[in-house]
């Protein structure tokens, strides 16, 4: 069997280069559109205005119309007299200065004697308050040049010079074509539940069109072709003669035996670019049949939004006469150590906080085929070709998903997991505040650490003293020195095993993870279900080397509910609501105190305040509750207040 | 006849306090919408996942899907044969594992040794490289908070995560009433040369539906009223009864006779506030009906625009649940002193190029109702109500209404202006160039002032040396001591008298301006247009004083046409292309020299050498040649360097 490898893989620019130079010089064909309906479409010619405005004289104040030479010689001292309807009329600002009249005086400096006179106390000078004919357009005026994006108020030049049907670059037309034997449309399915094994709800066509209609192009989404050769040509070969300005195939670009959209890009036309160094989004295809671009988009998720961005997006901006906008960048401080591979620019989506005068970036996970790490993403930050990754000393820029105004009002938690953490989030917005809460999973000891690096707002902890029975105040004391810091409860919460449903194996403690027919998932040291763990197992006199599974860690309580729901494991310990989630069996083992730890110097902090003011609130209260396994009956209140 | 006036003037945000205390918990009602039509929709509640994605085991990686178990022991120097079919199946990335298959290993890592038998030199671990059900998303997992704006890629978790369906805030929906007897529909002329004297063709409502659109609003544009007290009591009692959530009647909202719209707003329900400390936009009515909200926006198109993004915006964005972003504030400096009215916020029309490290803001047209001093300006300058203006030695806040990068493409010519550096500006864009160029006409010895304290890119000039016959050189060497300066050809143009229409008045020359039935009008100090009329006056022995409306100055060439165009002068000194374009009368006085100065430190700037480029472009010279009066043979030619 063939398989194909990127042997000629391109850095971004030398792709974007070799693709740009079959369309840089391109355009949509033009079309007349009413002007009031040109909002956001691009000028394809200059527009020349074909009536002055305004076309008459106006009175451009509230006021009286006069003749200015019978005003001349007024003053404070030698006041006039003027009829009214012989020497003025009453006239309002816009209307047309009637005939024989030249000035206009403002209505406050007149002062009305009777129902026939009035009296002004300043002469006029002529043309005074007038608007004159073509003060704001002259006929045959530029009103916009070509290649001009229209803004509300263009388009009230455009109708008050008189043009009121303009050119514009026709939008480009895209012809998506989603492939893969495992998709299936969500419309084929009555109930999202009904989905099969080995099926696939085909989102990514959904996605590429909203990015195409936010870049003002139209999409066309084909039906969904199956992994057969050809299918997959006769779709191509349609949308080739279609009126698409641009054909855009998604998935069916990796180096797998579904491979057959490069041969027949090929076959048909031009292979420009095979493989991209970039991460996500190396197997990008960019070629040509018959003068038309076609990108070969991968199918993660990622990949495809990347491989979008980086060329769909300037092609589809440059065939309506627009350049691409300068991306927004900030420079951001990472949380951790980023890692990352030499000679592939990667592109790492991140939360980003405002803690103090920092951005603060935490990497979410790393998945291609994850678009969650996009909807959660502030930003993204590229890694370049030729840098190893980024040192939490170091400074990098991202680029941001969201407005500035965003990372003011993100709150950086860093530390233990827990779900009720999703919930606040959510909690704090319903009440209609602007707040977005960022969590990164680096265990509770992790937490206190990045709370004294000053890289987070506040933490969570659930770290238990095997010596005294309390939770987190001994490890503040220790880790914390200097920083004054309240904490607060956040949850009551039962810890234990996290079995498959209805307990097939059977297990009833922490004595059972010695059985040879089980295999456990660890949670990463310096998390505080770790710390608990090894204290009980201490108690218990288990040798931690005698379970399996000991070493295989995961970072949070739902990828270890995965990893037992997947059958990669037979149990490992979590919260009951992970194990709830996901429908599994739990072995109760301890009721344990979950606490937010806040530098005492961020409690002025509005969004600080709004955060203890949800989790004390009935709303949250009762959400945690719901989940199963959670006592927040004491949320929010202040356990201790350390003066380290 | 009763007059209002605005006895309760508030502040800006006095105003929009008292209303935003009538919508503040105010929103739309909830809908449902395709999830896959959702983009830039706002949830009006949080989405939770309904299944789990992916939903089945899958190869993360393009391999061979293999038992981890028989694998171990595999080292470099130990490998390990496998049999196709048997201990090893092919697989792609986003096939289903195949039953009893637990890790995959990537096909970089495989050697075929034959058609049946594989190679591998490292041992797999149990679940490496395989993507686990709900790795992405998990089922009940939170997608997207509550009051949320979607993007496409929201809309791709939405349906990855089986929520086909999602509620969202109604778009809100507005009814605009256009009013004035003197306003007509731009669809009732057949050709807009067809407006009568008195009639100006509506174009608020456009504007404002646009300006709706981009806040994700509905616009509904009602017939429209004229100034008759019953007929806009209809018109508002209909809105008022429609579905809309907020009324805007446009115009009826100054202090003239036609002001009805304050009384039929507190006769049908209350005016909270009539009458903003802002310019332009001082009419501004707010009022409720019913709980309905109804703003009197003012009739001129600026004032109309202001009131509407101070009032409006806030209300429409917070009645679908977001918040107005924050505006997008840059540091100017002005290119001139810009005195201000104390006690009202003036929102001043800029044009803003980067010059050198700074930004310079060059104030456009004050008039309220210019709508080209909004589609020309890069940005607005607010001055406060408590500052009598700003001098051009302070920095002051500007919103942008333009890109960051648009203002890097920003080329600012101060000095004398004239009708070609409009083509100019044209020109250099139709050749695909995002370049803008911002012209501020302070005269030909003002731009040289300007180009002295670095507030230019460049600037034009046609100062004659009476002594010497020539053209800016002597000015130069005076003014621009110790720059080194390249002065570039531009035209060479008709100057003479522009005069109405078949010169009804007979005149010949300069010599006619003394007599008794002839009105002049002038140009200011230190335009070269002046320098060259005093110039010719002195030579034919003329006392300027003898010639009425020598006093009333003009500030461009346009404007003086425009006087002479509307009778409030007989004839002005200007170039034949002012006369031609306004289809008036012209007589020849001289063909002068127009240059521009260019600092010689900014010739490397592509901007200036893109401009020198277009200008000797035969495009450039052929659209100049069609206004008439112009010579530009040797447009862009060195004239000459000076090394002051």
Redesign the interface.
Known sequence: ?K?H?YLDMKSIEEAREIFSRIWV?KKTLPEETP??EA?ARVTSE?VFA????????SA?M?GIAVRAEQTFGTTEKAPKTLRIGRDAL?I?????LPSGF?AVIM??KVHQLDDHHLEIRDPAY??QNI??????????????????RI???????L??G???NIRVWKKPKVAIIPS?S?LIH?GA?KR??Q?K????????S??????I??NHGLPEVYDIVPDIEDDIRNALRKAVESDADLIIIN?GS?????DYTAEIIKEMGEVLVHGVAMMPGKPTILGVINGKPVVGNP???VSA?LSFQEFVRPLLLNLQ?L?P??RKLVTVKPSRDIPSRLGIEEFLRVNIGKVGERLIATPLPR?A????T??RAEGIIPIPALSEGVSQDEEIEAEL?V???DLMNTLVIIGSHDITI??L??EI??G?R?I?VSSGNVGSLGGLMALRKGLCHLSGSHLLDSETGEYNISYIKRYLKGIKVSVFHLVLRDQGLIVAKNNPKGIKGINDLVRDDITFVNRQAGSGTRVLLDYRLEQSGINPDSIRGYNHVEFTH?AVA??V??G?ADCGMGIFAAAK??DLGFVSMEREQYDLVVPSSMLDNPNIQALLETIRSPGFRKRVEILGGYDPSRSGQLCIELTN
Chains 1, 2 share one sequence.
């Open positions: 069997m398989r490898v010089e002007s009031k909002l200059p074909r009536i002055s405005a305004p076309s008459y004289h451009a509230d009453w309002n600002t816009g209307q047309s030249n209505i406050e002529p043309w608007r004159k004919v073509g003060e704001d357009i002259v006929a045959t005026q530029l009103l916009l040049p070509q290649n001009h803004r509300p108020y263009d388009m009230g030049a109708i008050s008189g043009v009121l893969g495992e969500h399915l999202p539940e989905l094994k080995d099926q696939i709800i085909e989102s990514n959904i996605i590429l069109s909203g990015l209609l936010e998935a990796s180096a797998g035996t579904r199918g993660y998720i939004f006469g350049s906008p300068a998945a085929g994850s678009v969650t996009l909807t998903l407005d500035d105004e999703d919930i989030g959510d917005r319903r209609g602007n977005r739902m995965v990893d729901l997947s990669a989630a996901l």
